[in-house]
Nanobody, 127 residues
Framework: QVHLVESGGGSVQAGGSLRLSCAAS????????MGWFRQAPGKEREGVAH???????HYADSVKGRFIISKDNAKNTLYLQMNSLKPDDTAMYYC?????????????????????WGQGTQVTVSS
């Protein structure tokens, strides 16, 4: 059972940057795909960025060119570098993971495809 703990959220002005971290309790390099999701009040949870066990990545159109997802396999940690932040990026951000079962290029954006979730970290962007 993988446990995920996010950190790095906070308040920032529009145009600023934040880096979120997600520490996994066990080795997730070659056996899990992982992702970042966000949920704003009154809205559904949406996929933001996702990384396959092979390292392949996928981004939501709303964050392409601004956000970068990456993994440090030695530290079992997933990151989300967020640049050029906008007020619309304000949300609770969640880290998620699921066993890849050999699908090394699989990096789905649907929340239903993930089985392990962190508790979330709040990101607030002011104008």
């Amino acid at each position: 059972q993988v446990h995920l703990v996010e950190s790095g959220g906070g308040s920032v002005q529009a145009g600023g940057s934040l880096r979120l971290s997600c520490a996994a309790s066990e080795y997730t390099d070659s056996t899990y795909y992982m992702g970042w999701f966000r949920q704003a009040p009154g809205k559904e949870r949406e996929g933001v960025a996702h990384i396959a066990s092979s390292g392949g990545t996928h981004y939501a159109d709303s964050v392409k060119g601004r956000f970068i997802i990456s993994k440090d396999n030695a530290k079992n940690t997933l990151y989300l570098q967020m640049n050029s932040l906008k007020p619309d990026d304000t949300a609770m951000y969640y880290c998620a993971a699921a066993p890849a079962y050999g699908r090394v290029w699989y990096a789905p954006s649907a929340a239903s495809e993930y089985t392990h979730w962190g508790q979330g970290t709040q990101v607030t962007v002011s104008s």
